[in-house]
């Protein structure tokens, strides 16, 4: 079976995962995830860089600093994972989905505007497939109504929208390094801080709520619980993971570019005979190959393309379900306008295998040559 995903690792993690181990330091905050935060501030800019159990508690994180409360509004995409809503739903808020656009299936900018009120507190731009939402649209009109910008990047790392690494764009920013994203550490993500503003609070929020980071900096003469928080930080063993993948990311994506660019090369033909679409990349955008995909006539296309696949032993998947349609998405949220192109291509869309490593013993050419015969016999 051709998986459709398979977690890439660099041979570096266990010799760091060693050196945690023997350092003795096993909690958060030690060596390897100052490390791990000092990558993720020279690669992306930002102002701080904190690393999380997940994009999830990241996205968590944020709502807790933008000070979400019941009734508040907060406009994304219906097209996204359940965390982008969750973690607001989570304060009380009501998540209003807004429609995607049909060239990268991002958060279309120019419906937004029509679904902020006066309850609308933040926007979350979804990066899909690592390719950038148009950031100075959606931070223009959020300077327009005084709305944060939490962008969810979970798909993004070393990715860029007008050279500006996503994620590091917005007042806050969230990564993913769970095992199905570009870099990973099983489960794992980072909130990146871009306004100052939230830093202190950021870092009291992730420690219990106390001023422990600034304790041990020794700002503070006494450790103590000063605001509301949990626990948002993973310990050193998965930093320690994290960094040995981290100082391969420029190995990682250029081996899934290739990968990516022998998909859409292949595909060239299928799209100018109107069989499927290929993804688009804007020409400001730089992606980082986290997906490739394929947009299809039909749901019945697509559930016999998966089945085609299937049988050749070779996994393509579709992907989300919009949350607006989902069950809790109908309780807890509400649709800003039309969502017609979102239930249209999510229809639509299969996703592909792509992982490092695709390319050796012909895999990613079987995958090729599956997706050719279906659309030849059909
Ligand atoms: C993967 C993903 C998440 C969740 O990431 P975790 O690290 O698993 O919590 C959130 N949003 C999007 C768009 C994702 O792709």
Not at 29 to 38: L, V, Y
Not at 110 to 116: D, L, S
Not at 282 to 301: I, S
Not at 339 to 355: E, F
Request: proline share 4%; charged share 20%.
């Amino acid at each position: 079976m051709i998986p459709f995903n398979k977690p890439y690792m660099t041979g570096k993690e266990l010799w760091y995962i060693s050196q945690a181990h023997h350092r003795g330091m096993l909690a958060g905050d030690g060596h390897f995830t100052r490390r791990c935060h000092a990558w993720l501030e020279a690669q992306t800019g930002c102002h701080r860089a904190l690393l999380t159990h997940s994009c999830t508690a990241a996205l968590e994180m944020a709502a807790l600093l933008a000070d979400i409360e019941p009734g508040d509004e907060v406009i994304m995409p219906s097209y996204t994972f359940v965390s982008t809503a969750n973690a607001f739903v989570l304060r009380g808020a009501v998540p209003v989905f807004v429609d995607i656009r049909p060239d990268t299936l991002n958060l279309d900018e120019t419906r937004i505007e029509a679904a902020v009120t006066a309850r609308t507190r933040a926007i979350v731009p979804v990066h899909y497939a690592g390719v950038g939402c148009e950031m100075d649209t959606i931070m223009a009109i959020a300077r327009r109504h005084d709305l944060l910008v939490i962008e969810d990047a979970a798909q993004g790392v070393m990715a860029a929208y007008k050279g500006r690494p996503l994620g590091a764009i917005g007042d806050l920013g969230c990564l993913s390094f769970h095992e199905t994203k570009n870099l990973i550490s099983g489960e794992g993500g980072a909130l990146l801080v871009n306004a100052g503003r939230f830093a202190e609070r950021a870092e009291i929020i992730r420690e219990k709520g106390t001023n422990r980071s600034q304790f041990f900096r020794g700002m503070v003469d006494k450790y103590t619980w000063v605001d509301a928080g949990s626990s948002y930080l993973p310990g050193e063993l998965i930093a320690a993971f994290l960094l040995a993948q981290m100082e391969e990311a420029e190995a990682i994506t250029a081996a899934r570019l290739a990968l990516w660019d022998n998909y859409h090369a292949a595909f060239a033909g299928l799209e100018a005979q109107g069989r499927a679409r290929r993804p688009v990349i804007p020409a400001d955008c730089r992606h980082n190959a986290h997906m490739y995909y394929l947009l299809v006539a039909d749901l019945a296309e697509r559930t016999a393309l998966i089945a085609h696949l299937k049988a050749r032993g070779i996994l393509a998947v579709f992907h989300y379900v919009p949350l607006h349609s989902a069950p809790a998405g109908r309780r807890y949220g509400r649709a800003g306008g039309d969502l017609a192109v979102t239930a249209d291509l999510s229809d639509r869309l299969v996703r592909l295998p792509l992982w490092v490593g695709l390319d050796q013993d012909g895999a990613q050419q079987q995958v090729i040559d599956g997706v050719t015969e279906f659309f030849a016999k059909s």
